[in-house]
């Protein structure tokens, strides 16, 4: 989805299925970025080193649970929305719905074609890695509930 995302709003003149053979296409961005491995092969280790960092460095936030992950953020780094802060941050939540709509139907377009083998193929470690932070987003809360009562907020 993210690769997606970067060919149609990052401004490529290419075709989704040009794109994907490309080049220009993103492969592994977050992996990459995670471990410090920017060209060359990725393989599992690369994987398991960017789940360890994440483990251990995240507060993980869910695009698609844009609400309580800002909540979380507020919560851990002690952030309070007040005055126009809140009217901006609820805005902020309202356009990244409107923007989630359109490229969810972006990718369902793309889901049957040969781009998304293409982009699935060389975004595999990084769909790996965000299968392993939605695990770490609800295994988080815990830690959350744990913090707002350590606080005294519940």
């Known amino acids: 989805l993210r690769a997606i ?28 970025f995670l471990t410090g491995k920017l060209g060359g092969t990725l393989d ?27 909540q979380r953020f507020e919560d851990y780094f002690h952030w309070k929305a007040v005055g126009s802060t809140v009217h901006c941050r609820d805005d902020a939540i309202l356009r990244a719905q409107g923007l989630d709509t359109g490229i969810a139907h972006l990718a369902e377009q793309a889901r049957e074609s040969e781009a998304w083998t293409y982009l699935s193929y060389n975004n595999r470690f990084d769909m790996e890695l965000y299968t392993y932070s939605k695990k770490l987003f609800r295994e988080q809360k815990q830690m959350f509930r744990d913090l707002k009562l350590r606080r005294g907020e519940e």
């Open 5 to 32: 995302s970067v060919h149609y709003y990052g401004g490529s003149k290419l075709s989704l299925d040009e794109y994907s053979k490309s080049p220009e296409v993103q492969n592994n961005y977050l992996t990459r």
């Open 44 to 70: 599992e280790t690369h994987v398991q080193t960017a789940k360890d960092i994440m483990a251990a460095k995240f507060v993980v936030g869910i695009y698609h649970n844009l609400d309580t992950s800002l």
